[in-house]
């Protein structure tokens, strides 16, 4: 858990989420809530929402009594439930809104 968690707060999503999915593969009874949950947090911010909604929800299997994580599972859910790409912009997209970059800095 401890290279996860160096994993996790290093930005290495995709890291954590498969060391703490190895940790709680290993130890399934080890694992508690704080474990679960910082594995759904990881494969959330991998973009596996369905993933992360199933470690959250065996995080509140291991504490039914949080309320705190009742509400991130509510509010995920909602946000899966309101999530469209309709906002969503490709990186041309973007990038043909940028102005354009001119040789202005150039030496004469």
Do not use: M
């Amino acid at each position: 858990r401890a290279l996860a968690d160096k994993c996790a707060f290093a930005g290495l999503d995709l890291y954590a989420a498969d060391l703490y999915e190895e940790g709680a593969r290993r130890d399934a009874d080890g694992a508690g809530r704080a474990h679960w949950y910082r594995l759904a947090k990881a494969k959330r911010r991998c973009g596996k929402h369905d993933a992360a909604l199933g470690a959250l929800r065996a995080a509140i299997d291991r504490a039914p009594e949080s309320t705190q994580l009742r509400a991130v599972e509510t509010a995920w859910s909602n946000a899966e439930a309101n999530d469209d790409d309709e906002h969503a912009v490709t990186i041309d997209a973007f990038l043909a809104r940028l102005p354009p970059v001119g040789n202005d800095l150039a030496i004469a």
